[in-house]
T-cell receptor, first 112, second 114 residues
Framework: DGGITQSPKYLFRKEGQNVTLSCEQN?????MYWYRQDPGQGLRLIYY???????QKGDIAEGYSVSREKKESFPLTVTSAQKNPTAFYLC???????????FGSGTRLTVV | AQSVSQHNHHVILSEAASLELGCNYS??????LFWYVQYPGQHLQLLLK??????LVKGIKGFEAEFIKSKFSFNLRKPSVQWSDTAEYFC????????????FGTGTQLKVEL
């Protein structure tokens, strides 16, 4: 079955450490997205990529970095510069020009 | 700034009650509108979407939404809710020509009691 795989489901890190969240899709979608979900704030766009080797900042990119070296993969690094990294992170993908998003199951990051 | 507003943050209903969740957006251009649902422990799922045509759109599980352009609204409705509708509901917007970026509202937590 095609879909988006986010791993791990739960992640714990110490404050000051960088951590990378994985997102892989086998849907042959061109575009991929990272959202952060916090209670009462909905989903906010961190970064997105419309094609391989290109990506743009979303609304809350500070303290995050991404890469898009392969069409299937869009890893997100939460750096030590992110002031409040504990959150639920969702990855999504879509075909170019198609507004139908497919979402992954998310990674819950806890920084202690 | 462009935004999507969901005014009801928490809604509690009894089974068989009617549901209406509000959604307003502030974009001035042509928009594409969505409602997503997130059941406890599950993926975000698309309930319904509006791109053009009939402003009353029907989605899965008996949900419908009406696009009222003059009011910048896209309210979600269901005539009779079930306990299984307990979930968080998100309104979302893509601005045509805006790079395919989906902007979400803050969500409405719906609890349906037996």
């Amino acid at each position: 079955d095609g879909g988006i795989t986010q791993s791990p489901k739960y992640l714990f890190r110490k404050e000051g450490q960088n951590v990378t969240l994985s997102c892989e899709q086998n849907l042959n979608h061109d575009a991929m997205y990272w959202y952060r979900q916090d209670p009462g704030q909905g989903l906010r766009l961190i970064y997105y990529s419309q094609i391989v080797n290109d990506f743009q900042k979303g609304d809350i990119a500070e303290g995050y970095s991404v890469s898009r070296e392969k069409k299937e993969s869009f890893p997100l690094t939460v750096t030590s510069a992110q002031k409040n990294p504990t959150a639920f992170y969702l990855c999504a993908s879509s075909r170019a020009g198609d507004y139908g998003y497919t979402f992954g199951s998310g990674t819950r990051l806890t920084v202690v | 700034a462009q935004s999507v507003s969901q005014h009801n943050h928490h809604v509690i209903l009894s089974e068989a009650a009617s549901l209406e969740l509000g959604c307003n957006y502030s974009y001035g251009g042509t928009v594409n509108l969505f409602w997503y649902v997130q059941y406890p422990g599950q993926h975000l799922q698309l309930l319904l979407k509006y791109f053009s045509g009939d402003p009353l759109v029907k989605g899965i599980k008996g949900f419908e939404a009406e696009f009222i352009k003059s009011k910048f609204s896209f309210n979600l409705r269901k005539p009779s809710v079930q306990w299984s509708d307990t979930a968080e509901y998100f309104c979302a917007v893509i601005l045509t020509g805006g790079g395919n970026k989906l902007t979400f509202g803050t969500g409405t937590q719906l609890k349906v009691e037996l």
